[in-house]
């Protein structure tokens, strides 16, 4: 319990630091409000890391979490302090009359001492809200990365259906216009340039749709950085497909040590504990000491004794009376109920967590073969078939119909290919938050040899949805 407490004091020492920093003051001087050129910058060329500069700045649900873990540390000093002295006077309207002479007024000046031990316990406890909060603030920003990333590969998908839907829409003008010649010298049907038509008014239509989806994207990231609904958000260049470097098995692990949910249910089983030790340390007696004065006036009296006017002056001493041993167990027993229900939602949180891994993983690898899929073979053979369709029938071997059909299904298929990177990404960034790490690539320990280390991540004996995710 000491090298918790210890840890926690540094923890608070290095958090206040921190928090200086992060609100804008240092050495009395106020940092440049970066808002203005991140906003700028995000009209231009948005990232994640980018966004999340914004975010951590300018989110709500950040700044209050980040509000709450500084009011968690202020807590401590509340928490760990005496209470406060207490002062009483009493004035009598009416002297009290006594042989010294009457007694104007009295005053008493008191401080509550609580038994050796409390405040020291009930710091330890604090001390765990704090991290409590901390860690809040960890998952708070988990959270919202989490859908800044969801919501910008949305928006990529989005914008790259529009730009495979204006082509299509290019290309279907190219063939109408094909089709129109072809049937003035009847070698294409009437009901074929309806459903080339008809095509051209679907692909219209998909644009308006991505338009109203575009601007509905758009203001879900600006909520997410508190900006004006409408405000511009750049074109988003992606970089590589982001890389596996974890196995399943890996990541059950990095989810029960990385987790903030996890993370906090430990902590709050060991506040608990505290909470069970704070309780024992109820049942025993707070003290009181304290100075009495008695102000006494001369007596109207014809002989008043040596003594008289003498003001009276006492200590004071005084303690609880710890008497309902019910309530005294009942502390005892609800500070144990609540260790017990932390360690419980531990291990409920902790399969809960490694189900969502398992459904996610799966999701991930199959948007990943979806991709390889469309981008290795079906998208290929489509355009190959689009070229060969119309090649064929400007030589009357193939009715027009049969272009109409390879366009639309090589539509299908490009903007499949667009889904499937961009559900990939989404699920990735999914696995990632739920494994608390950074999935993409894996810490190498100082003392070991990098390129073993290397050679263990490509080693034969991985599982095999690791060498697919690897790859």
């Known amino acids: 319990?000491?090298?918790?407490?210890?840890?926690?004091?540094?923890?608070?020492?290095?958090?206040?630091?921190?928090?200086?920093?992060?609100?804008?003051?240092?050495?009395?001087?106020?940092?440049?409000?970066?808002?203005?050129?991140?906003?700028?910058?995000?009209?231009?060329?948005?990232?994640?890391?980018?966004?999340?500069?914004?975010?951590?700045e300018q989110?709500?649900?950040?700044?209050?979490?980040?509000?709450?873990w500084r009011a968690a540390l202020e807590g401590?000093?509340?928490?760990?302090?005496?209470?406060?002295?207490q002062f009483m006077i009493t004035y009598f309207p009416e002297p009290i009359r006594t042989r010294l002479g009457p007694q104007d007024f009295n005053a008493t000046l008191s401080q509550p001492i609580p038994f050796p031990g409390k405040l020291k316990k009930a710091g330890e406890a604090v001390a765990a809200g704090a991290e409590l909060a901390r860690l809040m603030l960890d998952k708070t920003v988990r959270e919202v990365s989490l859908k800044l990333q969801e919501s910008l590969w949305e928006l990529y998908y989005i914008r790259e259906a529009q730009k495979i839907a204006r082509a299509n829409a290019e290309l279907i003008e190219h063939l109408r216009t094909v089709g129109e010649t072809a049937h003035a010298d009847?070698?294409?049907?009437?009901?074929?340039?309806?459903?080339?038509?008809?095509?051209?008014?679907?692909?219209?239509?998909?644009?308006?749709?991505?338009a109203d989806l575009e601007a509905t994207e758009i203001a879900r990231i600006n909520g997410l950085l508190d900006r004006e609904p409408d405000a511009p958000i750049g074109t988003f260049t992606p970089g590589p497909r982001s890389n596996m470097a974890y196995s399943l098995e890996d990541l059950y692990v990095?989810?029960?040590?990385?987790?903030?949910?996890?993370?906090?249910?430990?902590?709050?089983?060991?506040?608990?504990?505290?909470?069970?030790?704070?309780?024992h340390l109820e049942n025993m007696p707070d003290f009181?000491?304290?100075?009495?004065?008695?102000?006494?006036?001369?007596?109207?009296?014809?002989?008043?004794?040596?003594?008289?006017?003498?003001?009276?002056?006492?200590?004071?001493?005084?303690?609880?009376?710890?008497?309902?041993?019910?309530?005294?167990?009942?502390?005892?027993a609800v500070a144990r109920a609540e260790a017990?229900?932390?360690?419980?939602?531990?291990?409920?949180?902790?399969?809960?967590?490694?189900?969502?891994?398992?459904?996610?993983?799966?999701?991930?690898?199959?948007?990943?073969?979806?991709?390889?899929?469309?981008?290795?073979?079906?998208?290929?053979?489509?355009?190959?078939?689009?070229?060969?369709?119309?090649?064929?029938?400007?030589?009357?071997?193939?009715?027009?119909?049969?272009?109409?059909?390879?366009?639309?299904?090589?539509?299908?298929?490009?903007?499949?290919?667009?889904?499937?990177?961009?559900?990939?990404?989404?699920?990735h960034a999914r696995l990632t938050a739920l494994a608390g790490t950074d999935i993409s690539h894996r810490a190498l320990d100082p003392d070991s040899d990098p390129d073993a280390e290397q050679r263990d991540i490509e080693t034969p004996e991985m599982s095999p949805e690791a060498e697919d995710g690897a790859k």
């Not at 294409?188 to 749709?209: N, T």
């Not at 990095?254 to 309780?279: F, H, P, W, Y």
């Not at 102000?295 to 008497?323: K, S």
């Open 59 to 68: 989110n709500p649900s950040i700044q209050a979490a980040r509000e709450g």
């Open 186 to 210: 009847d070698r294409a049907l009437f009901s074929d340039m309806v459903r080339a038509q008809s095509q051209a008014g679907q692909l219209r239509y998909d644009q308006l749709m991505l």
């Open 76 to 85: 401590f000093r509340v928490t760990t302090g005496y209470p406060d002295p």
């Open 254 to 279: 990095s989810a029960q040590e990385g987790r903030e949910e996890i993370r906090m249910e430990e902590i709050r089983a060991l506040q608990a504990d505290v909470k069970t030790e704070l309780a």
């Open 340 to 427: 017990e229900k932390a360690r419980a939602q531990k291990r409920a949180e902790m399969a809960a967590v490694r189900t969502s891994i398992r459904e996610i993983w799966f999701r991930m690898e199959n948007a990943r073969r979806l991709m390889e899929l469309y981008e290795k073979n079906l998208l290929p053979q489509a355009e190959h078939s689009l070229s060969l369709a119309e090649t064929w029938f400007r030589a009357g071997e193939s009715d027009y119909s049969d272009m109409i059909e390879t366009q639309s299904v090589r539509y299908n298929f490009q903007l499949s290919l667009a889904r499937a990177r961009a559900d990939y990404e989404k699920w």
């Open 288 to 332: 009181k000491m304290g100075i009495f004065y008695a102000a006494i006036g001369h007596p109207d009296v014809m002989t008043p004794p040596p003594d008289a006017g003498q003001d009276a002056v006492g200590l004071q001493f005084g303690f609880e009376i710890p008497l309902w041993s019910g309530k005294n167990k009942g502390r005892v």
């Open 1 to 56: 319990m000491k090298s918790f407490r210890n840890s926690a004091f540094f923890g608070l020492l290095i958090s206040g630091f921190f928090l200086a920093g992060a609100f804008g003051t240092a050495f009395g001087e106020e940092l440049p409000a970066p808002e203005v050129d991140i906003n700028a910058r995000l009209e231009e060329n948005p990232s994640l890391g980018l966004l999340m500069e914004a975010a951590y």
